[in-house]
């Protein structure tokens, strides 16, 4: 076991003004994610072109967005990634990165890359995200001292092993990449721990990250928890990457309760509407099972050919609606992939609010 505290341990006050301002908020923060690359598992080749990756990176600001994550190498957990140069990562971002940056939203580069991640920094970009955890790249560790960047410190294995103790590993792990950072003269304030979820992980390690993430919480440093679409969604729900939404916030919401300060997603309106309800109660008999949730959608798809989107998201709403009677509101989003006109529209969906009537006693 991991020592913890029966409350979040207090957080060393961070030293740089981005992340100040990040940890202040009375929820957590929201990372969305940006890859610019043509293989990544949740969005593969979708905002390769600069013009739809500086498109996404608007529409996920205007969702609320508080933080925006760029990628140009697939880090896909379960070794499926294809190594990537660090000249075609920065060929990559050279085109989209500064206009990114000129958003007005803090920029993370996700690389592990230290000649990248010096780059980004320079050209505007606020933290570096390294699913590494400074243990991959010699050079990492120093050449984030000297810019004084913040760091996500991502705990990682090249392999998943179904017999260890997952929780021990990563407090190993922790302790390894806090020496190195120490070493190298990184300020405590200045990093942000990540579990990992999905990484040289099983499914049921990932859950068990989840459920104990607040035993994380004894090194005093924030939490970062990205579990976006994650694999491990499919053994609790078969699904696609695209529709796992309700896993996503399920698993976001639990990880928020758990501690996590900052939360890594692709779908960020959701998850930000999510973790602003789960902020405002934690009473148990307010809360609804996600699981259930994502059941209950499933079924109302389940034999059954809509040939309108509106169709199919009002089949959603009024499934949800009946089913669990604390309900008062529901927003589904549904997104046609594939659309057939991808060259004009990157996207094809509608959004549908529906309100549960209160009959009248007139």
């Given at each position: 076991m991991i020592a913890t505290t029966s409350r979040p341990a207090?957080?060393?006050?961070?030293?740089?003004?981005?992340?100040?301002?990040?940890?202040?908020?009375?929820?957590?923060?929201?990372?969305?994610?940006?890859?610019?690359?043509?293989?990544s598992f949740s969005d593969g080749g979708q905002f390769v072109a600069p013009e739809r990756a500086l498109a996404q990176a608007r529409r996920m600001i205007a969702e609320g967005a508080d933080i925006i994550d760029i990628g140009a190498e697939s880090t896909r957990p379960y070794g499926e990634a294809q190594p990537v140069s660090a000249e075609e990562e920065l060929k990559r971002l050279q085109p989209v990165l500064a206009e990114v940056v000129s958003l007005g939203v803090p920029v993370?580069?996700?690389?592990?890359?230290?000649?990248?991640?010096?780059?980004?920094?320079?050209?505007?970009?606020?933290?570096a995200n390294d699913v590494w955890g400074l243990q991959r790249d010699p050079g990492m560790?120093?050449?984030?001292?000297?810019?004084?960047?913040?760091?996500?410190?991502?705990?990682?294995?090249?392999?998943?092993e179904a017999g260890i103790d997952i929780m021990q590993d990563i407090a190993a792990f922790f302790t390894r990449s806090l020496e190195i950072a120490a070493k190298a003269g990184i300020s405590p304030g200045n990093i942000v721990l990540d579990p990992g979820i999905g990484f040289g992980k099983t499914a049921e390690q990932s859950m068990t990250v989840l459920a104990r993430l607040d035993e994380l919480l004894a090194f005093g440093l924030p939490l970062?928890?990205?579990a976006s679409r994650k694999r491990f969604i499919n053994t609790v729900v078969p699904s696609q990457p695209h529709q796992r939404l309700g896993g996503s916030i399920a698993a976001h919401v639990i990880a928020a309760r758990g501690g996590a300060r900052i939360i890594r997603t692709h779908d960020v309106s959701e998850t930000v509407q999510a973790l602003r309800v789960a902020a405002a109660t934690d009473r148990l008999a307010d809360t609804v099972s996600y699981s259930n949730v994502v059941a209950t959608a499933t079924a109302a798809f389940k034999d059954v050919n809509y040939k309108l989107l509106e169709r199919a998201a009002g089949a959603v709403a009024d499934a949800i609606l009946?089913?669990?009677?604390?309900?008062?509101?529901?927003?589904?989003t549904v997104h046609k992939p594939h659309a057939p006109i991808a060259a004009i529209f990157h996207d094809v969906g509608v959004v549908l609010t529906r309100t549960r009537q209160t009959p009248s006693h007139g």
């Open positions: 207090p957080a060393i006050p961070a030293d740089h003004p981005v992340l100040q301002a990040l940890l202040s908020r009375p929820h957590p923060a929201v990372m969305g994610v940006l890859n610019v690359t043509p293989d993370s580069i996700d690389s592990m890359k230290s000649p990248v991640v010096a780059w980004a920094l320079d050209a505007g970009a606020a933290i560790a120093g050449m984030l001292a000297a810019h004084h960047s913040p760091v996500i410190v991502m705990h990682n294995r090249d392999r998943a970062l928890v990205g009946a089913a669990f009677p604390r309900i008062s509101a529901v927003k589904v």
